[in-house]
T-cell receptor
Framework: GQNIDQPTEMTATEGAIVQINCTYQTSGFNGLFWYQQHAGEAPTFLSYNVLDGLEEKGRFSSFLSRSKGYSYLLLKELQMKDSASYLCAVLDSNYQLIWGAGTKLIIKP | SQTIHQWPATLVQPVGSPLSLECTVEGTSNPNLYWYRQAAGRGLQLLFYSVGIGQISSEVPQNLSASRPQDRQFILSSKKLLLSDSGFYLC????????????FGDGTRLSIL
């Protein structure tokens, strides 16, 4: 079967750095997406990785290791508005997007 | 720029009633279109996707159906709603290449009484 694992919930302090991990076992791989979803709202696209390595976009970075079936989302200089769920999704060999259940990130002052 | 509109934002329906949720996309042509459902605190469950007019793929057998009568219009329907149909319904579009990100509408929160 296909599976994506993320921690259910994480807590971090405003101004700090947090790393949200995602591991996957899928039938093939055509890329990995990260989305942010604030409570009661729709997901919004953050990043896409298809090659190994780190992609940086401002305060957010996303890392991929295809050999390990592993990705992480790194959030720096945390702000209260970063409190949200972060969804990892993998595009499998049939170009179907497999979604993780998401990680709820709580930011404390 | 591309925009996606989904309505209504909230809906309360009795069990056994019909359903019609509509989604339209502007600013692009021949998009891939998707309907998802999200239960509270859970991930996204793909219900239907479409790569073109009249082309619908169903991912989960259920009492829901989808139609794409026009290039940028996607409709989710049911003839008789069940209690288990409650949830947050999201429409999304993406470009023709599947590695392109999906962009979501604001969602419809459906409560079945």
């Amino acid at each position: 079967g296909q599976n994506i694992d993320q921690p259910t919930e994480m807590t971090a302090t405003e101004g700090a750095i947090v790393q949200i991990n995602c591991t996957y076992q899928t039938s093939g791989f055509n890329g990995l997406f990260w989305y942010q979803q604030h409570a009661g709202e729709a997901p919004t696209f953050l990043s896409y990785n298809v090659l190994d390595g780190l992609e940086e976009k401002g305060r957010f970075s996303s890392f991929l290791s295809r050999s390990k079936g592993y990705s992480y989302l790194l959030l720096k200089e945390l702000q209260m508005k970063d409190s949200a769920s972060y969804l990892c999704a993998v595009l499998d060999s049939n170009y179907q997007l497999i979604w993780g259940a998401g990680t709820k990130l709580i930011i404390k002052p | 720029s591309q925009t996606i509109h989904q309505w209504p934002a909230t809906l309360v329906q009795p069990v056994g009633s019909p359903l019609s949720l509509e989604c339209t996309v502007e600013g692009t042509s021949n998009p891939n279109l998707y309907w998802y459902r999200q239960a509270a605190g859970r991930g996204l469950q793909l219900l239907f996707y479409s790569v073109g007019i009249g082309q619908i793929s169903s991912e989960v057998p259920q009492n829901l159906s989808a139609s794409r009568p026009q290039d940028r219009q996607f409709i989710l329907s049911s003839k008789k709603l069940l209690l288990s149909d409650s949830g947050f319904y999201l429409c999304a579009w993406s470009g023709g290449e599947f590695h392109q990100p999906q962009h979501f509408g604001d969602g419809t929160r459906l409560s079945i009484l």
